[in-house]
């Protein structure tokens, strides 16, 4: 984000962008084939005679695909239509075998819907208030119409692999099913579109859409982007830039592109309808073709599939499936459990933090205490362990227990903490742990008694200081008694012990 | 005995009665065919020896008294444009050269099942794209009645086979009249069903909303039969219909008690129409009214339109069917282009005749920017006015009675020079496709010795009235059993 | 009236994958502008309002259950194939000057 000067809010520019986000469906199978869909396999070992279109064969269309395409649309307060048509887009390359794609062109899916992101201050020209400070703000973002595909397969262009003169096809992809979310040209920056996709991304995976995975190719998105004159009414030409899929990527080329485009108009050129490839390498982008020669798709319905028609009754059947989405379990964490915002925003990033913060909450009873224990001590040892919280072996009950020993002074923080990342790796039983660890709080008065008076006697200089009222000194000492217990003390004996030999 | 020229029945009473063998029918069959490649060329190739392997089994079937169904150890041949697993196919065309199937069509799937035999794969108009079976890469087949006229097309290969009495049945597809030309032009009854009774799954598409299987054979009970067995809806085929097959049969009264028979007035006052073949039209239904049907009047007063709609799709569909054959998964590949988009053009050049190129740029342009509305959806719109001629029609009868062509076999050569009044041939028959219903040829006479073909249509779903209406007509006259180089 | 020119039988040729010859292109010109011609006889109807049928049937698309099928055999999938490398199909790269 180095370079703001081409969309900073005093720029003669304003920067107009519009997405288009290909999201992956979370399917077992193809849309209208039944082979598998599977990443990372070698070349066509995921496909079947529909995907290979081998003479003769037909698509049937994929029940679970539409219904969680429904569900995309319902969760961005999309209309979903009853009726629908799948149309072919027609076009030549290798890695779509049939020579058309089927997509939906006339009568989509669902149409006008919208999405609320949420945007930093500091990354908005739009946001800072009359006092210099910047202050999150919510924009809505309209979509234009959500519509169901297929997907290409993959055409591989590594001379290494097939020389110089060669392309390999894996059609692996192809078939695997899409829904194609188009928003109005409502975006503004880069860190606008970035903010959409964040929602979009955490909208998809808490609905159990898609599982969204940019690297994957789960996620992709062409940004369409022009610049205007501020104030003016009418968008300028625009261009497009096609299959970015990574966030900083997409930040980057946008920065590039309006660069790019400010620079011709300054000089008073003309942007040209183009379509457009980023150079992370150089960072820039350059134009692939210009939309004068652009493709006719030749767009009728699908002869082989007659048109898709959902009921309302079914529409609403799916839409009581939605789970509960970020932004309302945000709100809820606040107002059930007492939590803060910072706190129930964090803990609403992903659907299985969440789902695991509010089992462990059931389970021990003190919400607070635990979005605590989890925000902090579970991420940081899932994070040591290198493990996605989903994958941990750590349950919610056996965190709830953990806690439970240290509430009781059975156990110091310090000591929970610390078998954090065992239990996160392996699970087990928290209290059998702590006795064979023997990591149970020493409340032995003896035991702490005598380490005070070491503590003290080794430390004249800091009693001193004490006594003439920097009661702060305490904290340290109290750091020096739990060092010689190797932190198996109970803190709360521990200074009371203290206070008491040193107000004698 | 002689299995030439024997029906479907004729063939099962000599199994049944132990005076045939399958492997004696199928070997007749084969060395029948081989035979008669030289002059009629009714098949691309011959599963000679899968087929006498296949004839074993039925054999010991039969002799351990486990009987498949009534086909079981009948030979059929298909149309080359269905798949069979390990078999090739090829359209009639070079773009498919070397291609082999890995999965089998469910017609042929469900005539295995059934324990019928598939002999070999039958010539056509390459990619179905004709009337004549001259556009096939593998040369022309010729009319078993005379070998200088053509046999109709595009499933002509079939239709040849049955009427010179190689199989007693084959299997063809109908876009716009594929397998009812045929079969008048060669004598032999060939029905096409309603849109959706036989799944196109593993039929290579033409024009995917007007493709349909159906049935070539000497004898509407024996057409009946194939269709009842490769009829029935199948999950893999989103355009198949999912309703119960009857028993045919079973309405094959003999007597047309109760059955209305519309007679459409444009199909008889068209321009072009041979004034002999409509005589002979006639008195069919002279036969039939004494066989106690009643006649109505009926109009459909778009006909004249149909012909241009029908091309107008059928084109646009296929320019996007035909999109697949591009060199890369299967089939022939120029061997001497330089980058992508060249060997996309010069394979396609290469593999696909001149027929189909016309076809498809025709396609292409009518689906174009700029033509879509003019042209494809106009189109879809007089379609629609079509189907509801036909359904005002069926309003007040049971069944409609038509010429199947205006004319008797024409000679090769005679329509190639100008597409046009090659389109135009199929003036009777393109309508059932745009409307979706049911329609049978049957012969009917002959006109300067050539078979003259009779075509009843039926309501959706209703293959049962044109059958049964083809079967009475059967029962009471002898055209169905003359054949080429029969006396008379 | 003449319906299609040279230069629009060529366009459709490079959208279709289409080699034509001079002359081939110059017959389908004349053939095809015949066969617009022919067509022109639909306008004789007024199809304002009119539904287009796309499909003879009037039913709703069906669909299949989730449940994937073990996938065709890489060997049998490339093995039509005018050329492949391991389990990938292989085709003629793209040159610069072509466009797509």
């Known amino acids: 984000m180095a370079d703001h000067a081409s969309q900073s809010p005093d720029s003669k520019y304003e920067v107009v962008i519009g997405l288009e986000t290909h999201v992956h469906l979370r399917t077992a199978s193809k849309l ?473 | 005995m002689s299995t030439a020229f024997a029906t479907i029945d004729e063939l099962r009473t000599a199994l049944d009665s132990g005076k045939s063998s399958v492997v004696e029918i199928v070997t007749d069959c084969i060395e029948r065919a081989e035979a008669s490649q030289d002059s009629i060329h009714a098949f691309i190739g011959l599963r000679a020896a899968g087929a006498i392997d296949d004839a074993k089994r039925a054999d010991a079937r039969r002799a351990s008294g486990e009987v498949l169904s009534p086909l079981d150890g009948i030979p059929v041949a298909i149309k080359d444009n269905m798949v069979q697993a390990g078999e090739p196919t090829t359209c009639a065309s070079r773009i498919l050269e070397g291609f082999v199937s890995p999965y089998t069509a469910t017609a042929v799937e469900r005539l295995e099942r059934a324990g019928a035999i598939i002999i070999g794969r039958t010539n056509m108009d390459e990619f179905a794209m004709g009337s004549s079976t001259e556009h096939s890469h593998f040369g022309p087949t010729r009319n078993p009645w005379d070998l200088t006229r053509t046999p109709g097309g595009s499933s002509g290969g079939s239709a040849a086979a049955v009427a010179a009495g190689i199989v007693p049945a084959a299997l063809g597809s109908d876009t716009g009249g594929s397998i009812r030309q045929p079969a008048a032009f060669c004598g032999v009854v060939g029905m096409k069903p309603t849109y959706g009774r036989v799944s196109r799954w593993g039929l290579v598409a033409f024009a995917s909303s007007l493709d349909q299987i159906g049935a070539f054979a000497r004898t509407a009970r024996d057409c009946a039969e194939v269709i009842e067995v490769i009829a029935g809806h199948d999950h893999r085929d989103s355009t198949s219909i999912p309703a119960p097959v009857p028993h045919y049969a079973e309405s094959f009264h003999g007597d047309l008690n109760g059955v209305t028979l519309g007679i459409p007035t444009e199909y008889f006052e068209a321009e072009g129409v041979d004034s002999d073949v409509l005589e002979s039209v006639r008195a069919a239904i002279g036969q039939f009214e004494k066989a106690g049907a009643k006649t109505v009047e009926v109009s459909l007063p778009h006909t004249r339109y149909a012909i241009a709609t029908y091309y107008l799709i059928a084109n646009a569909e296929a320019s996007s069917n035909l999109a697949r054959f591009d060199g890369v998964r299967y089939g022939h590949r120029s061997r001497d282009a330089n980058g992508l988009t060249q060997m996309y053009r010069k394979t396609r050049s290469e593999g696909f005749g001149t027929e189909v190129q ?131 | 009236m003449s319906h299609i020119n040279r230069s629009q039988i060529d366009r459709v040729a490079e959208l279709a994958r289409l080699s034509l010859s001079d002359e081939e292109a110059d017959r389908l010109s004349i053939e095809l502008d015949s066969f617009l011609g022919y067509v022109e006889t639909l306008n004789e109807l007024n199809t304002e309002g009119i539904v287009p049928t796309s499909h003879p049937i009037p039913l709703s698309t069906p669909m299949r259950d989730d449940l994937p099928e073990p996938p065709i055999d890489p060997e049998l999938a490339i093995r039509n194939a005018p050329e492949s490398a391991g389990s990938a199909f292989v085709v003629p790269k793209v040159i610069d000057s072509e466009s797509l």
């Open chain 2, 358 to 488: 016309r076809r498809i740029v025709l396609g292409t342009y009518v689906l174009s920017a700029g033509y879509y509305d003019a042209y494809y959806r106009k189109a879809q719109q007089v379609r629609t006015l079509v189907r509801s001629d036909f359904e005002r029609a069926f309003e007040t009868c049971d069944a409609l009675v038509t010429p199947t062509s205006p004319e008797v076999a024409f000679a090769f050569g005679d329509k190639t020079d100008d597409p046009l009044t090659m389109y135009l041939s199929d003036i009777y028959t393109a309508s059932a496709n745009l409307a979706g219903i049911p329609g049978v040829s049957i012969p009917c006479g002959r006109v300067g010795g050539l078979p003259v073909g009779l075509q009843l249509l039926g309501k959706p779903l209703d293959e049962t009235t044109p059958l049964r209406v083809a079967d009475a007509y059967q029962r009471a006259t002898d055209h169905h059993l003359h054949h080429a180089g029969s006396s008379e």
């Open chain 1, 32 to 504: 209208f084939s039944p082979a598998p869909v599977l990443y990372g396999e070698e070349p066509n070992h995921s496909v079947h005679p529909v995907c290979l279109a081998l003479p003769g064969v037909l698509p049937v269309l994929n029940r679970h695909a539409v219904e969680l395409a429904i569900r995309a649309c319902l969760a961005t307060h999309c209309t979903v239509h009853e009726r629908s048509i799948f149309a072919r887009k027609n076009y030549f390359y290798p890695d779509l075998p049939k020579g058309y794609q089927i997509s939906q062109f006339e009568e989509p899916l669902a149409t006008k819907g919208w999405i609320e992101i949420v945007i930093d201050g500091a990354d908005s020209g739009e946001s800072v208030s009359e006092k210099g400070d910047v202050e999150p703000t919510n924009k809505r973002i309209r979509l234009t119409r959500i519509h169901m595909e297929e997907d290409a397969g993959k055409s591989i262009h590594d001379e290494g692999i097939a020389g110089s003169d060669a392309t390999l096809v894996d059609l692996n992809r192809c078939g695997v099913p899409l829904v194609e979310i188009v928003s109005e040209p409502d975006l503004r920056s880069a860190a606008e579109v970035s903010a959409y996709l964040r929602t979009l991304r955490s909208l998809l995976r808490y609905t159990e859409v898609s599982h969204a995975d940019m690297e994957l190719g789960q996620l992709r998105c062409d940004v369409n982007i022009s610049l205007r004159i501020r104030g003016e009414q009418e968008y300028g030409t625009r261009t497009e830039l096609k299959n970015l899929n990574s966030f900083r990527f997409i930040e980057e080329a946008i920065e590039a592109e309006v660069k790019r485009q400010t620079a011709i108009l300054d000089e008073g050129g003309e942007i040209l309808q183009a379509t457009l490839r980023y150079d992370p390498e150089r960072r820039e982008t350059f134009v692939m073709r210009l939309k004068e020669d652009s493709d006719d798709y030749r767009y009728f319905p699908d002869p082989d599939l007659i048109p898709l028609v959902v009921s309302a009754q079914e529409i609403e059947r799916i839409r009581r499936q939605i789970p509960e989405l970020a932004e309302q379990k945000c709100e809820r964490f606040q107002s059930e459990h007492g939590l803060s915002e910072y706190a129930a925003t964090q803990l609403t990033q992903t659907r299985a933090l969440s789902d695991f913060f509010e089992a462990t909450a059931v389970a021990h009873g003190q919400p607070k205490s635990v979005a605590n224990w989890v925000l902090r001590d579970v991420m940081q040892a899932t994070k040591e362990c290198d493990l996605e919280i989903d994958a941990i072996a750590l349950t919610p009950e056996q965190l709830a227990n953990l806690i439970r020993l240290v509430d009781d002074g059975k156990t110091t923080a310090k000591s929970a903490s610390a078998l954090l990342p065992e239990l996160v790796r392996l699970g087990g039983d928290p209290v059998a742990l702590v006795r064979e660890r023997g990591l149970e709080a020493v409340s032995d008065t003896g035991v702490i008694d005598q380490a005070v008076a070491d503590v003290i006697a080794e430390n004249p200089e800091n009693v001193e200081k004490y006594h003439q009222g920097d009661e702060k000194v305490i904290n340290f000492l109290m750091g020096q008694v739990m060092k010689k217990t190797q932190g198996k003390a109970n803190p709360a004996s521990v200074r009371e012990a203290l206070a008491r030999v040193l107000d004698q």
